[in-house]
């Protein structure tokens, strides 16, 4: 068998044929005092010099000026030298003077005696390389400056067992611990005892590293005990292996975000609370004006039956049962009111008060209500700011607390009623909407009874809710308080706890100006006409304006009665009959009785005008007050209070 022409070519040719063959690597040799003395096609292509142009010449040629400047051909053959071997990373120079990261090598060549004859040197151009490993160095320069910048977001890192492992200024700031106070600990230290007990940073890195992330808000630990509201995400972090290495960790403390949303759902519940009781007393209030028509004349025909049986053989009885069908009757009466008081519909007569006098004078009547078991303080302020609230009003509203205080405290316990002056700003306003800010007297009823639950609470103002034993209570007490100090333009508010007594704080507005004696009502007298006067009724319920009508006429009036302002109307354009007094209802179909009480004095001038009541809305009252020079009656109205009111007004009349 011939040889092949491989095998023909000798050792040291095929050598040089295999290093001439790689053109990714510069693969020359140098002889002992670091010139070149090989060149292959790699070195050629790499460096660009041909080697006619390069063998002789030093291979510090390569080298960049600052390199030479440093010596770094020498030290590299010493090295070298040295150890046999030589290997590093940095800048070359091709021919054309462009540069390229390099990898070299640099090995000794010895003899057989084991003399330096030279080196070998192997480069290779890793410019790419190297970009990537600056770029991805830059990267993370930058990430550790944005994170070590973040001052408002806690970020930091977990290893696979939850022990933190980095620490940025913003965790710093948010939790209290300085890295080396933190580093190297669990995480579980930020969290509360009832989460440690459910086991919820357990089941947070569970779900991390089963999903990859885990996301929820909490409650949070600082380092000085105080908590904060967080937002927390825990990322998972692997390898590219997909193996689990450690987890990523953000935390934003959001407790005034919290805060904000906490009051704006507070601010929301009222005002739907506010709705719903508004919403309650329309209702109430147009129930009341049908429901006191009807009483009206319940009650007047039982009057008008008691005159008239007095005489009668056997009158005892009949004016017992008369006596108690007119009691059930008021009875009714007063829950119609209590409906109006809550509906902000009742007719006020606010008048200027001093409340330190006022709380004086009530102390007595309470403790004499409330029996001995009770002890009652008022407390007054000095220098304490008047009010302007109508008398009769504010007395029955304590005195309903007083009673719903009472029956808190069945074996006895303390009523204290405290009067104080009070600046209410932006902020209390802010989660107090139906307030608005500036002065007001808070006039504040606390017991030490058994208190309310929140359940309890949240319905205490609605009418007829109680919790009390059936037959006990009516459940309008606090509702006739609601709705007596919101038509005051005040607001009203209770803080209770089950076992810890009650206190409901009535804020009035500051009034400025003096205060005005309370006047006191006369005995109930039946006055009658006293000549010949004409009383011009109108009314559009049949029965009560025949009720009414008959009423006057026993009291010896005249009376003309009209179902309509319409109707009305037509008689006053005549020039006859007479008519001294206008008594008119307000809520009726069409012109309504204030609007019929304007006309009427428009064609009669100087005629007197009496209005009736069941439910008036605004048609007599602005913001809950009688108009300027009106005079009003709120149904059921009894004979006695008829015929005396009547009579003041015609005697005014007389007098003027």
Known sequence: MSPTSFERISDARRFELLVNAIVDYAIFMLDAEGYVRTWNAGAERLKGYSADEIIGKPFSTFYTPEDRDKEAPQAALAAARDTGHFHSEGWRVRKDGTRFWALVVIDTIRDETGELIGFAKVTRDITER???????????RRYRRLVEAVVDYAIFQLDPAGNVSTWNPGAERIKGYAPSEIIGRHFSQFYTPEDLDLGIPQRALAQAAETGRFEAEGWRMRKDGTRFWASVVIDRIVDDAGALVGFAKVTRDLTERKKAQDE??????????????????????????????????????????????????????????LTNAKRGAQRAGALTSRLLAFSRRQALDPK????????????????????????????????????????????????????NA???????????????????????????????????????VTDTGSGMSSDVLEHAFEPFFTTKEPGQGTGLGLSQVYGFVKQSGGHVKIYSEVGQGSSIRMYFPRHYGSSVPVETEADEIVP???????????????????????????????????????????????????????????????????????????????????YMTGYSRNAVLHQGRLEEGVDLLEKPISLAKLALRVREMLDRKVAE
């Not at 759902?265 to 007393?281: C, F, H, N, T, Y």
């Not at 009807?294 to 009668?312: C, D, Q, W």
């Not at 504010?394 to 005195?399: F, K, P, Q, V, Y």
């Not at 109307?569 to 609007?595: A, C, F, H, K, S």
């Open 130 to 140: 190297h970009h990537a490993q600056l770029n991805l160095l830059e990267s993370e």
């Open 264 to 321: 704006l759902r507070s601010v929301q519940d009222q005002l739907a609370a506010s709705q719903k009781l508004e919403a309650i007393g329309q209702l109430s209030g147009g129930v009341a004006h049908d429901f006191n028509n009807l009483l009206m004349i319940v009650l007047g025909n039982i009057e008008t039956a008691e005159r008239h049986s007095r005489h009668l053989p056997g009158s005892v009885n009949i004016q017992r049962a």
């Open 352 to 403: 200027p008060i001093n409340l330190n006098r006022f709380l004086s004078g009530l102390q007595d009547f309470l403790q004499r209500t409330l029996g001995e078991g009770i002890e009652v303080q008022t407390v007054g302020s000095a220098g304490l700011w008047q009010i302007e609230a109508d008398t009769n009003h504010l007395e029955s509203a304590i005195i309903n607390l007083s009673i």
């Open 406 to 444: 009472r029956d808190a405290m069945p074996s006895g316990g303390k009523l204290t009623v405290e009067a104080v002056n009070v600046s209410a700003d932006e902020d209390y306003c802010r989660i107090n909407p139906e307030l608005s800010p500036g002065q007001y007297v808070v006039l504040c």
């Open 528 to 610: 009658e006409a006293e000549k010949l006067e004409t009383i011009l009724v109108v009314e559009d319920d049949a029965d009560l304006r025949a009720y009414v009508s008959d009423a006057l006429k026993d009291v010896n009036y005249r009376v003309i009665s009209a179902p309509s302002a319409q109707a009305a109307l037509t008689t006053l354009l005549q020039d006859v009959p007479r008519v001294d007094l206008l008594l008119t209802d307000v809520v009726m179909p069409g012109i309504n009785g204030r609007e019929l009480g304007r006309r009427a004095q428009q064609i009669r001038p100087g005629l007197r005008i009496l």
